[in-house]
C-alpha cells in the first residue's frame, strides 16, 4: 500500500489545483471492476492525496451507474483510511441558500439501484451506522472551511435518492417534512462502504439550489446548479488544502476498526478466492 494520507472524491475540476502537484494517475484493479477513472496520486500542501472523479472524466457517468464498490475498494487498496467527498446538493432549508457548505452528520437512504455493501457472494457480515460520518473528519472540514472564509454549516441530514431526475415537487416537501437538510444522489452509497472498509469518511456538500420546494425560486435547471457549482469549486479547493495540510501531523483514528468481528459467516464456508478479495478490507480474513 501507498502511505496516502487523503483520499477525496469528487467533480473532475478537484484535481486541477494550482497548489495540487501531480505525480501520477494509475489504474486501479478492483474484483468489482473498475473505477469511475484512472485514480489522480498527488501531493498538496505537504500530504499526498488520492483522487477519483466520482463521475469519470468528463462527467459521463450517472448516479445509478458509478462503481461505488470499486471507487472505495481502490482508495483502500492504495492506503487511503480518509476520505473527502465533495458534492453537489440542494437546499431543502431557507437558511442554506446557494452557495453555502454544509458538512452532513447523517444520511437517508433513498436508493433502490445499486449495491451498497461488500458483504455478499458468500459472506455475511454488519456494521454499526449509527453515526455514519467521521466525526474527527467533519471537526476537521469545519475547521478549515472557516480559515478559508467559506459559509458553512455543520451537521444536518443529507438525503440520496436515486436520480438521475431531480425530486418532484410532493417528493421534495415530504422530504421537508421529514426534518432534511440537503438531497443529493451519490454520498450514502459511498459511506456505507466507506465504513465497512475501515475508512473515515465526510462529506462537504456544496450547495447549489433550493431543490424544488421554494415555489418563488425557479425550478431546477442542470445550468443553474453547474454556475454555482463553478463558483463553489474554487472555495472547496481552498478547504481541501487547509484539511491536506492538517493530515500530516494527524494519527490514524479509529474508523479503521469499523468492521473488526463485523463478520458472521463461518470462515471455512467462505470461498478462498473471495478470502483473498476481501482480506484488504476485513482483517479477520487475513
Not at 483502500?76 to 442554506?96: F, N, T
Not at 445499486?114 to 476537521?140: E, W
Amino acid at each position: 500500500m501507498d502511505n496516502i494520507l487523503l483520499g477525496v472524491i469528487g467533480g473532475s475540476g478537484l484535481y486541477k489545483m494550482k497548489d495540487l502537484t501531480i505525480l501520477e494517475t494509475r489504474t486501479v484493479e478492483t474484483p468489482f471492476g473498475s473505477p469511475s477513472d484512472e485514480v489522480v496520486i498527488g501531493e498538496l500542501n505537504g500530504a499526498r492525496l488520492a483522487f477519483i472523479p466520482r463521475h469519470g472524466t468528463g462527467h459521463s457517468i450517472p448516479p445509478s451507474e458509478i462503481n461505488y464498490r470499486a471507487n472505495i475498494y481502490a482508495m483502500k487498496k492504495l492506503g487511503v483510511d480518509r476520505i473527502v467527498s465533495i458534492s453537489a446538493v440542494g437546499s431543502m432549508k431557507e437558511e442554506y441558500p446557494p452557495g453555502h457548505f454544509v458538512i452532513p452528520d447523517q444520511f437517508i437512504d433513498r436508493t433502490h439501484r445499486r449495491i451498497s455493501t461488500f458483504f455478499s457472494n458468500g459472506i455475511v457480515g454488519h456494521v454499526s451506522f449509527a453515526d455514519p460520518v467521521c466525526s474527527q473528519l467533519s471537526d476537521m472540514l469545519e475547521e478549515a472551511a472557516g480559515l478559508v472564509g467559506a459559509q458553512a454549516h455543520r451537521g444536518g441530514t443529507y438525503i440520496c435518492i436515486e436520480g438521475p431526475q431531480f425530486s418532484s415537487r410532493a417528493e421534495s416537501n415530504v422530504y421537508r417534512q421529514w426534518g432534511v437538510d440537503v438531497i443529493g444522489m451519490t454520498n450514502v452509497t459511498e459511506a456505507k462502504l466507506a465504513r465497512e472498509a475501515g475508512i473515515c469518511y465526510a462529506t462537504l456538500a456544496l450547495v447549489t439550489d433550493y431543490d424544488c420546494w421554494k415555489v418563488e425560486e425557479e425550478e431546477v435547471t442542470l445550468a443553474a446548479v453547474l454556475e454555482i457549482m463553478h463558483k463553489n469549486v474554487e472555495m472547496a479547493q481552498k478547504v481541501l488544502k487547509e484539511v491536506a495540510g492538517k493530515m500530516v501531523a494527524t494519527p490514524p483514528w479509529d474508523c479503521r476498526q469499523a468492521s473488526a468481528n463485523a463478520i458472521v459467516t463461518n470462515r471455512d464456508l467462505v470461498p478462498e478466492k473471495l478470502k483473498n478479495d476481501l482480506s484488504i478490507l476485513f482483517d479477520d480474513l487475513k
